[in-house]
């Protein structure tokens, strides 16, 4: 039987933005429920160590998904881990629906959605076993880890060619692969990648298995060229992978600004083109993606939050006017917090 809740906001993901964006509508006195698929951590879970969070010069992903969770929670946000969220959808003027795989439905008159993106998998043997043991989808978080190595890229985009050469600050070879025989990055980043002494590129060829020791970290990568068919392993120590990332935006049920890519266009206040609607985090549209950015943008999207919904209900009247008014008092009134 479907059960029916009632909470000021509803935040969905339990990253670092979600739990961040919890811990800020907690500390404003909001009723505020984080509901999550899995357990609470998001992408830190399969982290293996972060040396790029303020604060902390080494930790590993649990424990700052542990500490996270935590502190939101000292504030009075409620958690619901292992539930899936299938739909959010703006029923009236004021109001959103949140609805579970279960059946279940939270009301509420803000959402935040924080549910991330997901970054497009080889999906070859061991490329899972071997996350974040050598295998990683992020240069700028884990580049560090691979001082004076040599490592592998995979894609043929601007993204793999700029991480590539940015991967050779650290690493002392890079491989960049590619299953075609010329890339689709743009003409100005090629230059940069065959101008770099420390980047081999590989063409005309496919990544087939990611080898190491069991329980272990990465020792090789199995390729393979499309030509000939000639298998070879690369002795190389890590591989990161940039074919894609899709934003998990596929639970909101209404028409959005997005970018070319699918994600979200917000305004300075982390709302989206649907009134009520804020977004922080991965599936925003914006220029990295990190533990930090994700935190920056859910602060301000919850004290953003907590505004629009005192102005919604100060507001005279109700209904669409009343939203109208909350919405530009929210765009335009957001200081005064600390």
Known sequence: MAIIRDYDIVIIGAGPA???????????????????????????????????????????????????????????????????????????????????????????????????????????????????????????????????????????????????????????????????????????????????????????????????KPGGLMTGLRIRHVLTGHPQVLLVTGLFVFIGFKPNTDIIKAHYDHDPLGYVITDAAMMSSIPGLFVAGDLRSQLTRQVTTASGDATTAAIAADKYLKDLREAPGSGDRAVEEAVQASHLNLGGWT
């Not at 009075?76 to 279960?102: I, Y």
């Not at 002392?172 to 002494?197: G, T, W």
Request: with cysteine; aromatic share 10%.
């Open 18 to 212: 979600g739990m961040t964006a919890a811990l800020y509508a907690g500390r404003a006195m909001r009723r505020t429920v984080v509901l999550e698929a899995g357990l609470s951590g998001g992408e830190l879970l399969r982290t293996e160590y972060l040396d790029d969070v303020i604060g902390f010069p080494m930790i590993k992903g649990d424990d700052l998904a542990q500490r996270f969770e935590e502190h939101a929670k000292k504030f009075g946000a409620n958690f619901v881990n292992f539930t899936n969220v299938s739909s959010v959808q703006k029923v009236d003027a004021e109001m959103f629906a949140t609805e579970t795989d279960a059946g279940d439905v939270y009301m509420s008159s803000v959402v935040i959605v924080t549910s991330g993106g997901t970054p497009i998998k080889l999906g070859i043997p061991g490329e899972l076993e071997f996350a974040g043991k050598g295998v990683s989808y992020c240069a700028i978080c884990d580049a560090n880890f691979f001082r004076n190595q040599t490592i592998a890229v995979v894609g043929g985009g601007d993204a793999a060619c700029e991480e590539a050469d940015y991967l050779t600050r650290f690493a002392d070879k890079v491989y960049l692969i590619h299953r075609r025989d010329e890339f689709r990055a743009s003409k100005v980043i090629q230059k940069h990648v065959f101008a770099n002494p420390k980047i081999e590129v590989v063409f005309n060829t496919v990544a087939e298995e990611v080898v190491g």
